[in-house]
């Protein structure tokens, strides 16, 4: 059974930083390429980062290059996005995917 559980959100003052994980179990995710997504009430869930299997790759929506970075370690199957200069509009329920899978969502929340 795959599982990816995304952990390390809550809430942070504009200007905050917070680091996310996605533990995945079930799947060889050095395999794949990974991502993360964002979905903000009443709005599409959004890519925000995603990179390559051996994390030699990067890419980023603009809203978010310069603040977050998104990184990997295959040995301990798990994703990371490190989230710096946070923005209220970076307020969302953040999701990991690899492959056809995704996780349950950490709500990120940026307010004063």
């Known amino acids: 059974q795959v599982q990816l559980v995304e952990s390390g959100g809550g809430l942070v003052q504009p200007g905050g930083s917070l680091r996310l994980s996605c533990a995945a179990s079930?799947?060889?995710?050095?395999?794949?390429?990974m991502d993360w997504y964002r979905q903000a009430p009443g709005q599409q869930r959004e890519v925000v980062a995603g990179?390559?299997?051996?994390?030699?790759?990067?890419h980023y929506i603009d809203s978010v290059k310069g603040r977050f970075t998104i990184s990997r370690d295959n040995a301990k199957n798990t994703l990371y996005l490190q989230m710096n200069s946070l923005k209220p509009e970076d307020t969302a329920v953040y999701y990991c995917?690899?492959?056809?899978?995704w996780g349950q969502g950490t709500q990120v929340t940026v307010s004063s």
């Open positions: 079930g799947i060889i995710t050095s395999i794949y390429g």
């Open positions: 995917r690899c492959s056809r899978y």
């Open positions: 990179i390559s299997r051996d994390g030699g790759s990067t």
